[in-house]
C-alpha cells in the first residue's frame, strides 16, 4: 500500500504539488534543488534559466522499492504517469528498474520554451483541477518556480 501511495505522489507531483529532478538541458544559468521525503525517496531539480525565464526543469525522483512490488510499480509509471505526460510537447519522462531491483529513478524535463501549456492544463482538469494547480505555469518566473521548491521542503543552491 505504501508504494501507490508514492505512484500517486509522483503523479501528483507532475500536476502540482512539488517538482521531482534530473539533468540539466539548454543554455543558461542552474540552480539545483534537492530533498530525500519522510518515505526514502530522493528528488533533485535542476532549473535552467536566463535571467528570471525559465528555459528547462530537469526533475529526478529515485524512490526505493523492494524485489516483490518493483515490477508492478514500474509498470503503473511507465503505463500511466509516462503514458500521460509524455505525449506532451516539452515534457520527455521516462522511468528505469535498477538492476539490483530496489529503486525506480523517474526522470522528467521540461522544454519551457516548447511545452505544451493547453495540453498540460487539459490533463489537470482531467483529474478535477485547472492551470492553478499545475507545477508548470506559463510564463512562470524563476523566482516564483524556486519559492514554489522552497515551500514544499526542497533546499535550492
Known amino acids: ?9 509522483v503523479f501528483m507531483c507532475l500536476l502540482g504539488c512539488k517538482g521531482s529532478g534530473g539533468s540539466a538541458s539548454g543554455g543558461g544559468s542552474k540552480i539545483t534543488c534537492t530533498m530525500i521525503d519522510s518515505d526514502g525517496s530522493n528528488q533533485e531539480v535542476i532549473i535552467t534559466h536566463k535571467g528570471e525565464k525559465l528555459t528547462f526543469v530537469d526533475m529526478t525522483t529515485v524512490i526505493p522499492t523492494d524485489e516483490e512490488s518493483a515490477e508492478f510499480m514500474l509498470g503503473i509509471l511507465q ?7 509524455g505525449q506532451i510537447k516539452g515534457f520527455d519522462v521516462k522511468a528505469e528498474l535498477n538492476d539490483a531491483k530496489d529503486t525506480i529513478t523517474m526522470k522528467m524535463s521540461v522544454d519551457f520554451v516548447n511545452l505544451d501549456y ?33 515551500s514544499d521542503g526542497f533546499t535550492c543552491k
Open 1 to 9: 500500500m505504501k508504494k501507490l501511495l508514492i505512484i500517486a505522489l
Open 79 to 85: 503505463g500511466f504517469v509516462v503514458g500521460i505526460f
Open 118 to 150: 493547453a495540453a498540460l492544463v487539459a490533463i489537470a482538469e482531467g483529474f478535477g483541477g485547472d492551470a492553478s494547480t499545475t507545477d508548470f505555469k506559463e510564463n512562470m518566473t524563476l523566482t516564483d518556480y524556486r519559492a514554489q521548491l522552497e
